[in-house]
């Protein structure tokens, strides 16, 4: 089977290109009133493809609403293309009112950060947004690939990934930190519960520098509501770093008919000159 | 060229003895067992590999004498080896390209292999490039990129993967083998048992090459263990080197 790309394909991904650099513009406006940034990529054109698993209403466009599609195993399959439209999470993760439980040397750490800008954000130097922000910035979607013993997440963001383990298998008994740490998931009914943990303490949980220590225990609980929403609960145990775990919930949404493009960072150093306070 | 220096301290790679490795009698991964079927029957190439032999990297046309290079590409190949592979994008945490990704022998790569795609995850950068296999075509109009846009299709046993798309920046290896934006590459992986894979890879791109040229390179697999996270911070030292 061969899928076809007609003009109107073209004229659709060209719109949304359009549609994308609005987001870009959005999500850095948000950190731009403060920080001046520079918008840091390039933003290429997405590829609008006609994916022969979209479900389609009676006019041919994908129907977001319809039921959630499963495994083999009966399962909910989460593979595809998403996004969290709301840059605000990007800026802050707490932004819905959430009440941070900091000790007292994260909180100096954070207000330090959003004094001078997180002019030393690690994406600044082409390191990676870590666990959620890579999930969080609306111009780069994220592309999640299920298979029986591992579920992908490629970001689209630097062009990275990460691999949550469905093998069985357990966590080493000794982990050199890093910066996406190491992924166990499991199944509690239709939620998939990816648990992370041997995290290094460099990244950021956001742009605005919510910070976490090398203690940070990250567990994620996908639920895909229907075919073009996906919910993620995210519990951030730190006890060096917050009194007790807190939680946030994000909201994604599908791309559908897309597919993610190459974002290579190259040596980005221009973030790093931003003058804060 | 022969001592350019490791770029990356290499954590330990773990063992966890994983439950769909065949293994011999005394409970040793068994590497010459039958390739692994997977989606419709074909060979899963699923699995973590490095290339068999280093010398690909330092120059990719090792078994083949030299590439038949257009006047320019040889005057370029020329320049960059001279130059020790000063410059090159890998030092400034630039993906190695297609195919020296998978030919960085400190760095095995790993493959994931589903129905409508094979995903190969790179140790090295912590990159990744995707194959489809889902039935599309090349999309009418793509930004170049690094890797390319990558369609795949079954000969048999043989998974045959062709990139377009290409920018004309990576290299095929590091003392500099160029190519143009007119680069068509074609991939032949073959996996005859467990333990072995060959990629036979075909150059094609009338500006940089008289002719279309390939190269077979053999890798082995890396059984019970996982990748481990290699992300290149600023690496800046390399471009100190000094060549001729």
């Known amino acids: ?277 | 060229m022969k001592l350019a220096f490791i770029a990356f301290l290499l954590g330990q790679w773990i063992s966890l003895s994983l439950p769909n490795t065949p293994r011999t009698p005394e409970g040793k991964p068994d590497l010459y067992a039958p390739s692994p079927k997977g989606y419709n029957g074909r060979p899963d190439f699923s699995g973590i590999w490095r290339v068999a032999a280093s010398k690909y990297l330092f120059n990719i046309t090792v078994d083949i004498g030299e590439a038949p290079f257009q006047p320019w590409a040889a005057e370029l190949y020329k320049r960059r080896s001279d130059a020790l592979g000063k410059d090159r994008p890998s030092e400034r945490c630039i993906p190695h390209g297609i195919p020296d990704g998978m030919l960085v022998a400190n760095s095995p790569f790993k493959i994931v292999q589903t129905a409508g795609e094979m995903v190969i995850l790179y140790e090295e950068f912590n990159h990744f490039r995707q194959i489809f296999t889902d039935g599309r075509g090349f999309p009418p109009e793509t930004s170049p990129s690094w890797f390319g846009y990558s369609i795949g299709r079954w000969d048999g046993d043989t998974f045959v993967a062709e990139t377009t798309g290409f920018n004309d920046q990576s290299w095929f290896d590091d003392p500099g083998h160029p190519h143009s934006d007119a680069l068509r590459v074609t991939e032949r992986f073959r996996r005859p048992d467990f333990g072995h894979m060959t990629v036979e890879v075909t150059i094609d791109d009338p500006k940089a090459y008289t002719k279309p040229w390939s190269v077979k390179i053999p890798f082995n697999l890396l059984p019970d263990t996982e990748l481990i996270e290699s992300i290149c911070e600023n690496e800046r030292d390399h471009a100190h080197i000094v060549g001729k």
């Not at chain 1, 549609?19 to 520079?38: D, E, H, P, Q, Y």
């Not at chain 1, 933003?43 to 479900?55: D, F, R, S």
């Not at chain 1, 996406?180 to 239709?190: E, I, R, T």
């Open chain 1, 1 to 277: 089977m061969e899928l076809r790309y007609d003009q109107s394909d073209v004229q659709a991904s060209k719109r949304l290109a359009g549609r994308r650099g609005l987001f870009a513009r959005a999500n850095v406006a948000g950190i731009s009133m403060k920080f001046g940034a520079t918008v840091l990529f390039l933003l290429l054109q997405w590829v609008n493809v006609p994916l022969p698993n979209t479900p389609r209403t009676a006019d041919g466009k994908p129907n977001l609403t319809a039921p959630v599609p499963r495994t083999s195993d009966g399962k909910p399959d989460l593979s595809g293309l998403w996004r969290n439209p709301d840059g605000k999470y990007l800026a802050n993760i707490a932004a819905d009112g959430i009440v941070v439980p900091f000790q007292p040397g994260a909180e100096a750490l954070y207000k330090e950060r959003q004094e001078n800008f997180s002019k030393d954000r690690p994406s600044g130097r082409c390191l990676p947004h870590g666990i959620p922000d890579a999930m969080l910035v609306p111009a780069t979607p994220f592309k999640l690939v299920q298979t029986p013993g591992v579920t992908l997440i490629l970001y689209e963001n630097q062009g990275r990934f990460r691999q949550v383990f469905t093998d069985g298998r357990d966590f080493p008994k000794q982990m050199d930190p890093t910066w996406l740490g190491y992924s166990v998931g499991k199944w509690d009914g239709d939620t998939f519960v990816a648990d992370t943990r041997g995290l290094n303490d460099q990244t950021y949980l956001d742009d605005g520098g919510h910070p976490h220590s090398d203690a940070y225990h990250a567990v994620e609980r996908f639920h895909r509501r229907d075919f073009g929403h996906m919910d993620m609960e995210l519990t951030i145990d730190d006890p060096k770093a917050y009194q007790r775990p807190w939680k946030v919930t994000f909201h994604f949404e599908l791309f559908p008919d897309n597919e993610i493009m190459e974002s290579v960072c190259e040596n980005e150093l221009d973030w790093q000159h931003r003058v804060g306070k």
